[in-house]
């Protein structure tokens, strides 16, 4: 038996008296996390503890930008189309595990919530575009979404959050409240997500790269005057 045994007060007055996990902070840790208040918080919110804010939608414009372009460009791509098709299943997956009896049994990570993207008529385009170009910034700025788990996370919930949440009563608050996914949704759906896509978010970022380069090449060449 540990001296903790059926003794909290003394595990929380122990682990509190040792600092953060994180690298660098000193402050104590705060309850029975390995972490102090404020990093736990990052953790729970945004998967990683170093994370100390959510990706915001214009973080990413660009990448948006850039894979919406490749993609149009490249509609019949077997990579493209297999994508697309993949997130047409996961979309109707989701309006069936949506509709009574939402017994939630379903393969698919976030199945109930996916329906909310059904049912707002989202166009598989749209999962794609986002779900890559998250990706892409990922690839090009490691440092804002420091960990796969982060990575994971942000992916499901950005996806999710196409559409307003759903509202539903509680009894219990005598007001409607959101329903939310869960943390763990989250994490399944970009995991899901990044299983199927992640080749083809690297090929588009592989093919905006080599477009920028000969970009740049065909202005250098403009600045040398003929003779
Ligand atoms: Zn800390």
């Not at 973080?59 to 990579?79: F, L, M, S, W």
């Not at 992916?155 to 509680?170: F, H, K, Q, Y």
Request: charge should be positive; hydrophobic fraction near 30%; aromatic fraction near 10%.
């Amino acid at each position: 038996m540990s001296k903790y045994t059926n003794n909290w007060p003394l595990a929380y007055a122990d682990n509190q008296a040792k600092p953060c996990s994180v690298r660098d902070c000193y402050y104590p840790r705060y309850g029975i996390s390995k972490y102090c208040k404020s990093h736990k918080s990052n953790d729970y919110r945004l998967g990683d503890p170093r994370m100390n804010r959510a990706i915001r939608e214009s973080d990413y414009r660009g990448e948006r930008n850039q894979v919406r372009e490749v993609i149009e460009k490249n509609t019949e791509h077997p990579a493209v189309v297999k994508a697309l098709n993949t997130i047409q299943g996961m979309l109707k997956e989701g309006a069936d595990a949506f509709n009574p009896p939402r017994d939630g049994t379903s393969e698919i990570p976030a199945a109930y919530h996916l329906g909310r993207l059904h049912y707002h008529n989202i166009d598989p385009v749209e999962v794609l575009v986002r779900a890559a170009a998250l990706l892409i910034y990922h690839y090009m700025n490691p440092h804002m979404i420091p960990s796969t788990k982060a990575l994971t996370f942000t992916l499901g919930w950005r996806v999710l959050a196409l559409v307003p949440m759903e509202r539903m009563s509680d009894p219990g608050k005598g007001r409607r409240v959101y329903r939310y996914p869960k943390e763990r949704e989250k994490r399944e759906l970009g995991e899901y997500l990044w299983d199927r896509i992640g080749l083809l978010a690297y090929m588009i970022k592989y093919k905006a790269e080599e477009e920028q380069r000969e970009q740049e090449e065909r202005s250098r060449l403009a600045r040398i005057p003929l003779e």
